[in-house]
């Protein structure tokens, strides 16, 4: 079973920065190292969209609306993928969610608040 646990998040004003961490916590390393893992976000009265993904192999796209202000990366020592939001604007606003890719299946969090302020 996969649990997609997600923290982080939370309500900054605009310019500020977030750390999003996703995970799940009774992955064993050989598993979480075959993952790809992503981020999206849905805005009120919108689509959910693609934010932020990562291969096992390290490879990342990004949305063109946060190249350059958001990194995704894989910490394998905590088996764990961080989204760093610099530079964060009001059109970032939304619920994110984590989702892993493992083994042709897709899973999903609940998903975590982020609110920028201008």
């Known amino acids: 079973q996969v649990h997609v646990v997600e923290s982080g998040g939370g309500s900054v004003q605009a310019g500020g920065s977030l750390r999003l961490f996703c995970q799940d916590p009774r992955v064993i390393f050989s598993v979480f190292s075959s993952d790809t893992m992503a981020w999206y976000r849905q805005a009120p009265g919108k689509l959910r969209e693609l934010v932020a993904r990562?291969?096992?192999?390290?490879?990342?796209n990004y949305a063109d609306s946060v190249k350059g202000r958001f990194t995704i990366s894989r910490d394998n020592a905590r088996k764990r993928v961080l989204l760093q939001m610099s530079n964060l604007k009001p059109e970032d606003t939304g619920v994110y969610y984590c989702?892993?890719?493992?083994?042709?299946?897709?899973?999903w969090g609940q998903g975590t608040q982020v609110t920028v302020s201008s």
């Open positions: 990562i291969t096992s192999g390290g490879g990342t």
């Open positions: 989702n892993i890719e493992r083994r042709g299946s897709n899973y």
